[in-house]
């Protein structure tokens, strides 16, 4: 799934130029709107401005990835436009229920498409997620990988035009409000991002999968571990504060690093529904180094059992 086309270059250009328009438009219109669109945070900050990202991605990423991405984002936007809002008589919000039927539609629809691999790619929102918390993580991510996956799969394919490209563009004109605090990207940003990264991933497992003659489950395994370096790039980003919300938060003294990856992997709301329906009320202490080196504080970490 390349860029295709004698205009590749042009086309390019065109979604790094309408990302800036839209987001330095989406900026000011939010910002007047108000509401769940706008928070209080630093002073004031319009959110879910990763709309501007989400319409580039949706018009430029070759199909069928812009169909997935499509989906997300629509449920992802009802997440940022309704808020933080509890469903009467569930246990969890709407946004928590429209995320995961967007996540569950990326996987059913992508499964035909790439296979068991889709499972990954909407999985992927997860550590996107967490690393949008914090000014300008989210776009560092978003711009370190689709960098990386743009050069491997150029090396694999020999076209110099590949998806992660058009994320690459797409984001550098979306993150400098980003970087200086100025927007945040919401659902609609992160998740969009998160997706489009794990189908450039499958894309690369692809190729590296047909060469080693792996089949499905080796796609499936070559995108898992990009999936985790993901989260390891992100836990590093984040790493001052992740321990500082960990310690603070969470007590959980002198965090490792593997607390730090298992946050992004697991934490967030999403994370506590699931510990809400698989742990109840138990609390599980681990005193093991091993298993704290490895993070095991924080994945059982159960808030429902205080």
């Not at 709407?94 to 967007?102: A, E």
């Not at 989210?138 to 050069?151: F, Y």
């Not at 003659?213 to 989260?231: E, P």
Request: proline share 4%; charged share 10%; glycine share 12%.
């Amino acid at each position: 799934m390349n860029i295709t086309g004698m205009n590749s270059d042009i086309m390019l250009l065109t979604a790094f130029v309408l990302s800036i328009i839209l987001t330095f438009i989406f900026q000011k219109l939010f910002t007047r709107l108000g509401g769940n669109l706008y928070t209080s945070i630093r002073g004031g900050t319009p959110r879910a401005v990763g709309i501007a990202p989400f319409l580039v991605l949706l018009l430029f990423f070759p199909p069928p990835g812009n169909y997935l991405i499509g989906l997300i984002g629509i449920f992802a936007f009802l997440d940022d436009i309704i808020g933080r809002k509890k469903i009467k008589g569930l246990p969890f919000e709407f946004g928590q229920l429209s995320r995961g039927i967007g996540m569950l539609m990326v996987m059913v629809v992508g499964y035909f498409y790439f296979g068991p691999a889709s499972i990954l790619i909407a999985l992927m929102i997860q550590p996107m997620n967490i690393a949008d918390m914090q000014p300008g993580t989210a776009s560092s991510t978003a711009i370190i990988m689709s960098l990386i996956m743009a050069i491997l799969l150029y090396l694999a394919t020999g076209n110099p035009y590949s998806s992660a490209l058009i994320i690459l563009v797409t984001c550098l004109g979306y993150a400098p409000l980003d970087y200086q605090g100025k927007i945040m990207m919401g659902e609609v940003g992160n998740h969009s991002f998160g997706v489009g990264l794990g189908i450039t991933y499958t894309l690369l497992a692809g190729n590296i999968a047909n060469f080693h003659n792996w089949g499905t489950g080796g796609v499936f395994l070559v995108v898992l571990v990009l999936l985790i370096i993901t989260a390891l790039l992100i836990a590093f980003l984040r790493r001052k504060n992740l321990k500082k919300f960990l310690e603070s938060n969470l007590q959980i003294h002198n965090p490792r690093y593997g607390d730090l990856l298992m946050d992004v992997l697991t934490g967030g709301g999403l994370g506590d529904l699931l510990r809400r329906f698989i742990l109840r009320k138990q609390d599980i202490k681990i005193k093991n180094r091993f298993l704290m080196f490895l993070g095991l504080r924080r994945l059982f970490y159960n808030p429902h059992s205080i």
